[in-house]
């Protein structure tokens, strides 16, 4: 089992740069893929990213691609997600998760999540 602490959430302008880090607890940190998701108010939640257990592939929705960047350090057992040009649409509750499963947008994947962090950009 894994447990996920997020932080980094902020609120930023339009435009503005945000890292987001996700630390894990627990020995098999590496042998997960990890994703971020995020649901905006009123909305479902919705993939953002994912990176394999080794860091080597990453996968990531149209909506982000370009602009954000999913990394991890396995020996200091963290994801990050760097935000870059972030507009209003950003603003939502981001989360992290760890699934078995490699890369997968697909929630029902993850049975493991952090209680989220709030990112709020202004226009």
């Known amino acids: 089992q894994v447990q996920l602490v997020e932080s980094g959430g902020r609120l930023v302008q339009a435009g503005a740069s945000l890292r987001l880090s996700c630390a894990a607890s627990?020995?098999?940190?590496?042998?997960?893929?990890m994703g971020w998701f995020r649901q905006a108010p009123g909305k479902e939640r919705e993939f953002v990213a994912d990176?394999?257990?080794?860091?080597?592939?990453?996968y990531y929705a149209e909506s982000v691609k370009g602009r954000f960047t999913v990394s991890r350090d396995n020996a200091k057992n963290t994801v990050y997600l760097q935000m870059n040009s972030l507009k209003p649409e950003d603003t939502a509750l981001y989360y992290c998760?760890?699934?078995?499963?490699?890369?997968?947008?697909?929630?029902?994947?993850?049975?493991?999540w952090g209680q989220g962090t709030q990112v709020t950009v202004s226009s």
């Open positions: 627990g020995r098999t940190f590496s042998r997960y893929s």
């Open positions: 998760a760890a699934s078995w499963s490699g890369l997968t947008a697909n929630e029902r994947d993850y049975p493991y």
């Open positions: 990176i394999s257990y080794g860091g080597g592939s990453t």
